[in-house]
């Protein structure tokens, strides 16, 4: 779960990291006596989970209360990678002197927690990495022992801060990693974390993103979750336990397990088709849950066709077929499917949909090629 | 032979009372798995499953009574982590974990503790281990695959047994079959297994199936090239996924351009491997290679 800058930063502040004043605007009124408030110039940012948001227009940086209004009016509204822009961060302008990056996720291959900083934060970061890996400075932390303060002084050292600003480094770096480790977050990113003319550290930027898997213990931050920064279909698919990434194509998957999920959608590109999403129903799905991935997927108006592909283990084709039927009962559609169902109560299953003419297919290429043939015919 | 399991398997199964501890202990007892204890805290001295499973309270005290020397965990996600460092401290030496959505900090923990002790974890988010036609330590519908001599190496779940489906449907029989499990964090990856795969007598040809993330398959190739002498086939999914869903940039940073089906793919094919481009290519690769 990604959290907002303005929820990340609410944290940092939790955890003694300083950030800027500031605070939300839904309104252009708002955001005008926000910026009365903090009496000086301010930046508007867009709260979108989307990346790219500085390039898209989503931060415009105001001197007047007057102009906060104007701009805020133009940026609240706004659609930034076809998500609407509902709230500002409204904070004071920071100068500074310097500008470096802060990270700490999760390096799968050393099973480690990274640290991860550079002096050349602020601009792409990415780039910095693929053409200058030396000026990244990474220190990977025991599990067991927590960032330890000599790591984040060699950190400090590396990208040449000043040594009246390593303690303070230190204490941030502790502080976060602290974050880190107690909200059971898999990545902390902070780009830029400044030094401001006063000689402070702030973070101008934050993004949290938190452990799905760990959200049974942290209650409180299951709320945080801003369902209207996602498209509605994927927060109807979390309701259910279901996986969902809309795509671009016209055929809609939907298939049990996430390595069969994506080797379905390989398969459908190999013969010329084109995925319209990504639906893992998951292990042992009950048939409401069939129905309401089903639900999802004829919701989308570019699916013209709808391949079912089921390798039963844990799930059993007879629930699967329920659900299907259950809900061609609801939905009158005139969608062609392809269903593929193999394993577990496979026969149960074939005879529960044997009504529904629909068409069956008995391998993953067999299924492909019809669904892909149905997707390049005009519907009639 | 096979790699991992075989006859003389003794498992203990952590979570046997739970609904899917008690399915797939009944499915895993028919296939022929030498199943000498169940372990679940306050239910010790029970015998379950028509009386067939003695129940115990602990890992230790399972060890103790019956031999056991594997296990295989079904319990839930909030409770797993603390089942593999309990069946480790036991000194269990072969871990499967089905268990799935385990919290990836503590899987950080446990892993650190493994990698200091003599036991190897599948998993976790593993369909565990088959070894046709008579041990299975896992959740692998025992029907979809038979004994030959083509070793499995797996990321997915259905994935695995749609191949090894098709597999059988071609004739084409199975040594082992292993899932290495599809969480961030897991316990062996493919380098271990495919050394395994490289000294059992049985297996002559392996079939690594790969997906998209991580540096698995790219270090796999390393070491084939390196330390294998028996022929791989590869397949990789997700070569349709989008690249542009993936966590912010440290992300990025660390795999530095590794990670997509492109790179995995093409450091395989730079290992020899032959790469099937949709999983029922994989019998005509087999074939193909027995034609030579």
């Known amino acids: 779960m990604r959290l907002h800058e303005y929820q990340s930063k609410k944290i940092f502040a939790d955890h003694q990291v300083p950030v800027p004043r500031g605070r939300l605007a839904s309104t252009p009124e708002e955001a005008k006596l926000i910026a009365e408030e903090l009496d000086g110039p301010v930046v508007l940012?867009?709260?979108?989970?989307?990346?790219?948001?500085?390039?898209?227009?989503?931060?415009?940086?105001?001197?007047?209360?007057?102009?906060?209004?104007?701009?805020?009016?133009?940026?609240?509204?706004?659609?930034?990678?076809?998500?609407?822009?509902?709230?500002?961060?409204?904070?004071?302008?920071?100068?500074?002197?310097?500008?470096?990056?802060?990270?700490?996720?999760?390096?799968?291959e050393r099973g480690q927690t990274l640290l991860i900083v550079s002096a050349e934060g602020g601009i792409d970061i990415e780039e910095i990495a693929r053409t200058s890996p030396e000026k990244i400075f990474r220190v990977g932390i025991d599990p067991l022992l927590g960032l330890r303060d000599f790591q984040a002084r060699n950190a400090a050292t590396e990208i040449e801060l000043?040594?009246?600003?390593?303690?303070?480094?230190?204490?941030?770096?502790?502080?976060?990693?602290?974050?880190y480790h107690t909200l059971d977050a898999t990545l902390i990113e902070i780009n830029p974390l400044v030094i401001t003319t006063h000689n402070q550290f702030m973070a101008l930027d934050g993004k949290i993103t938190l452990d799905d898997n760990a959200l049974f213990r942290h209650p409180d931050l299951v709320d945080k979750r801003d369902i209207s920064a996602e498209a509605p279909e994927e927060t109807e698919a979390r309701k259910f336990g279901l996986t969902y990434i809309k795509l671009s194509g016209n055929i809609g998957c939907l298939v049990n397990g996430a390595g069969l999920a994506m080797a379905t959608m390989d398969i459908i590109q190999h013969k010329g088709g084109t995925p319209a999403n990504f639906l893992d129903i998951g292990g042992g799905a009950s048939s409401e849950k069939v129905a309401a991935a089903l639900r999802i997927i004829l919701a989308d108006p570019q699916v013209e066709t709808v391949l079912i592909n089921i390798f039963g283990g844990i799930t059993r084709c007879d629930e699967v077929a329920l659900g299907i039927k259950q809900t061609l009962a609801d939905i009158r559609t005139n969608t062609p499917f392809v269903i593929r169902l193999v394993g577990t109560n496979e026969a149960e299953g074939k005879i529960i949909l044997s009504e529904s003419r629909l068409a069956s297919a008995n391998s993953l290429q067999e299924a492909a090629e019809k669904a892909v043939q149905n997707s390049l015919e005009p519907v009639p | 032979m096979s790699i991992l399991v075989n006859q003389e398997t003794r498992l203990v199964v952590q979570g046997l009372t739970g609904n899917e501890g008690r399915f797939h202990t009944t499915q895993m007892l028919a296939y022929g798995t030498?199943?000498?204890?169940?372990?679940?805290?306050?239910?010790?001295?029970?015998?379950?499953?028509?009386?067939?499973?003695?129940?115990?309270?602990?890992?230790?005290?399972?060890?103790?009574?019956?031999?056991?020397?594997?296990?295989?965990?079904?319990?839930?996600?909030?409770?797993?982590?603390?089942?593999?460092l309990e069946a480790a401290d036991a000194s269990i030496n072969l871990i499967v974990c089905i268990t799935e959505g385990i919290p990836v900090q503590e899987m950080l923990q446990v892993r650190r503790v493994i990698d200091n002790q003599n036991c190897c974890l599948i998993g976790p988010n593993s369909p565990g281990i088959i070894a046709p036609p008579l041990t299975k330590v896992g959740i692998i519908p025992g029907n979809i695959t038979q004994q030959g001599s083509v070793g499995v190496v797996s990321r997915s779940g259905t994935l695995t047994y749609e191949v090894l489906y098709i597999l059988k449907q071609a004739g084409i029989g199975t040594s082992t079959c292993v899932g290495i499990g599809g969480d961030p964090i897991i316990g062996t990856h493919f380098n271990e297994i495919l050394s395994h795969f490289e000294d059992d007598s049985t297996t002559e040809v392996i079939v690594l199936i790969g997906?998209?993330?991580?540096?698995?398959?790219?270090?796999?190739?390393?070491?084939?090239?390196?330390?294998?002498?028996?022929?791989?086939?590869?397949?990789?999914?997700?070569?349709?996924?989008p690249s542009d869903k993936r966590m912010g940039h440290a992300g990025a940073i660390i795999e530095g351009g590794m990670g997509t089906a492109k790179s995995k793919i093409e450091a395989l094919k730079n290992a020899g491997v032959k790469i099937a481009r949709y999983p029922e290519d994989i019998p005509h690769l087999i074939h193909s290679l027995q034609s030579h």
């Open chain 2, 34 to 84: 030498n199943i000498v204890a169940g372990v679940t805290p306050g239910r010790g001295g029970e015998w379950v499953l028509n009386g067939k499973v003695p129940v115990f309270d602990s890992v230790h005290m399972a060890v103790d009574v019956t031999g056991a020397n594997a296990s295989i965990i079904f319990v839930p996600a909030p409770f797993a982590a603390d089942a593999i």
């Open chain 2, 211 to 241: 997906e998209i993330g991580g540096q698995d398959e790219e270090k796999a190739s390393a070491f084939i090239i390196d330390s294998m002498t028996k022929p791989v086939i590869g397949f990789i999914a997700g070569q349709a996924a």
């Open chain 1, 45 to 108: 940012k867009a709260q979108v989970l989307v990346g790219g948001r500085g390039k898209a227009g989503g931060i415009r940086l105001v001197r007047t209360p007057g102009e906060a209004e104007n701009e805020a009016a133009k940026v609240l509204g706004k659609r930034i990678k076809d998500i609407p822009v509902r709230r500002l961060l409204v904070e004071e302008a920071v100068s500074f002197q310097h500008e470096i990056y802060f990270g700490l996720t999760i390096d799968r």
């Open chain 1, 162 to 179: 000043p040594r009246q600003l390593w303690r303070r480094f230190v204490n941030i770096s502790q502080n976060l990693y602290h974050a």
